[in-house]
């Protein structure tokens, strides 16, 4: 969660809203256009000026919800990487955009139009250049495709009579639209099958090559990130939660993959004398970047929010899985039924009057004064729509936090009452001690002399009972291995 003079607003509806003006524009336009890969017809409702316009269009807001990270350096050196691909893409006169986003995620992703996003957080499991032109590039071959505008054209068509009827027709709840809109976005982040992720390795392998960078690298950052994912699966199995995951990766292990090895494989066309690996360079450019939560949004440390710069806490229940999101903080019980959200209110010191003017309760709702961990707060209880929620507003350091419990129904709710209410009484100022617990993690490099072993440095480490395994990912060291003498490593301090 962001501190308070940084955007505040929840963009994600608008965003998409905006994205649907884009596509109905485009109705006027001819449903087929040629591939620019294949040469083939694709069934497209937009030119490729307006596939432009609205990559454009969403960029912004996906600025708003994951912001650029704060590292010039990074940034310039990631364009570079992705400037030279897409000048050997199929589309080298877009408008090319790589932004590096400040998000703990493993996630990559791309808009039409030329916009790749990578997050931080994949980099860290990266360790070469070579690797991160395999993940650029599969983004890029997304977008040379036109993998985003076939499948949003498909589905546009499939729901254009609800998209029409909730933005034309006066007073029409806008649900049906929204939840179109959504879908769309999702594939966008989450892929977009198993054929289009193929071709967008075959793709990338093509671009990588033509780099100067070898095909297989694209193998190689598969077999990285499938390893991390295998891990995070572990973890969540053992949070009771369902893990997040790059969605480049395959069901099975890539090295067992011949349908991925022959699509990389069609690349040995292009000769790569000397490919370019870049390892050093890479490691150079990844040395001070945060590993995990970043001190601007807060860091979650035992279910708990720390926020340094804010300096507040909030203990969310154990075993809820926690999202920390740049204008919000939500944590959700492991039944996927209860949850509790943290976000920042209006600055002024009438909590009350935020509750009684701001939320929309069914009739019924009661409302009182009183204090949070001994600061002004306002308090609500009651439903929306059927649900039970209850509410505080209180007010700290001038500014107003909001903080809401909210059940699926009132089974769900008696079985949660007590844990909604213990996380919304945790909030707090923040401690000497959890100010020495909220500094970030933060990646260091370091020379493996002869001895050096995971395990020792995983006793060095703050990542806790993970960290052999965490350090073993994030050095194409996973599960098993050991460094080599001399070998630069990325470490977590």
Not at 53 to 74: R, S, T, W
Not at 153 to 172: Q, Y
Not at 276 to 298: C, E, I
Not at 411 to 417: G, V
């Amino acid at each position: 969660m962001n501190t308070p003079d940084q955007d505040e607003a929840d963009v994600t509806p608008r965003a998409f809203r905006r994205i649907a003006m884009a596509v109905l524009g485009a109705l006027a336009l001819t449903h087929c256009a040629q591939n620019p890969v294949t040469g083939g017809k694709d069934f497209v409702l937009m030119s490729e000026q307006q596939e432009i316009q609205m990559g454009a269009q969403a960029h912004q807001d996906v600025l708003k919800e994951y912001a650029a990270l704060d590292n010039p350096a990074l940034q310039a050196y990631v364009n570079e990487v992705g400037q030279r691909l897409a000048k050997q893409s199929h589309r080298p006169n877009l408008p090319w955009h790589f932004t590096v986003v400040d998000s703990p995620d493993v996630n990559a992703f791309a808009l039409p139009g030329g916009y790749v996003y990578i997050t931080r957080g994949i980099m860290a499991y990266l360790n070469s250049e070579a690797e991160l032109a395999g993940v650029v590039g599969h983004e890029i071959g997304h977008v040379t495709a036109r993998h985003g505008v076939r499948q949003q054209s498909a589905s546009t068509a499939a729901g254009l009579g609800a998209v029409l009827g909730s933005i034309l027709v006066p007073g029409m709840n806008g649900q049906a639209g929204a939840s179109l809109l959504q879908t769309l976005a999702q594939a966008w982040t989450a892929g977009y099958g198993r054929e289009h992720e193929l071709e967008s390795d075959r793709l990338g392998a093509e671009y990588l090559a033509r780099s100067g960078y070898s095909p297989q690298a694209m193998i190689e950052v598969i077999g990285v990130l499938k390893n991390q994912e295998l891990f995070a699966a572990e973890q969540a199995k053992r949070g009771g939660r369902q893990p997040r995951t790059y969605h480049g990766t395959f069901d099975t292990h890539p090295s067992n993959d011949a349908r991925l090895k022959q699509v990389v494989g069609e690349a040995g066309k292009y000769s790569v004398a000397n490919p370019r690996d870049g390892r050093n360079d890479f490691l150079q450019k990844m040395a001070g970047v945060y590993f995990g939560d970043s001190p601007d949004q807060g860091v979650i440390r035992n279910n708990a929010l720390l926020h340094e710069k804010l300096g507040l806490a909030l203990q969310f229940p154990p075993g809820w899985q926690v999202r920390n999101r740049p204008d919000r903080v939500v944590a959700t019980n492991p039944q996927g039924d209860a949850l509790v959200e943290l976000q920042q209110g209006p600055k002024s010191d009438k909590p009350l009057e935020t509750l009684q003017k701001g939320l929309k309760l069914d009739a019924g709702a009661r409302y009182d004064s009183g204090n949070l961990g001994g600061h002004p707060a306002a308090f609500a209880a009651g439903a929306q729509q059927g649900k039970p929620v209850v509410v505080a507003a209180v007010v700290f350091n001038g500014t107003q936090y909001l903080i809401a419990g909210m059940a699926k129904d009132k089974p769900a709710y008696e079985r949660e009452r007590s844990a909604l209410r213990a996380a919304i009484n945790s909030f707090h100022a923040l401690g000497a001690a959890e100010r020495q617990a909220a500094r970030p993690h933060v990646l260091r490099l370091l020379t493996a002399q002869p001895g050096t072993t995971m395990a020792a440095l995983a006793r060095q480490s703050p990542l806790g009972g993970e960290a052999e395994s965490q350090l073993r990912l994030m050095n194409d060291l996973y599960p098993g291995g050991e460094p080599q003498p001399g070998q630069l490593l990325k470490i977590v301090q």
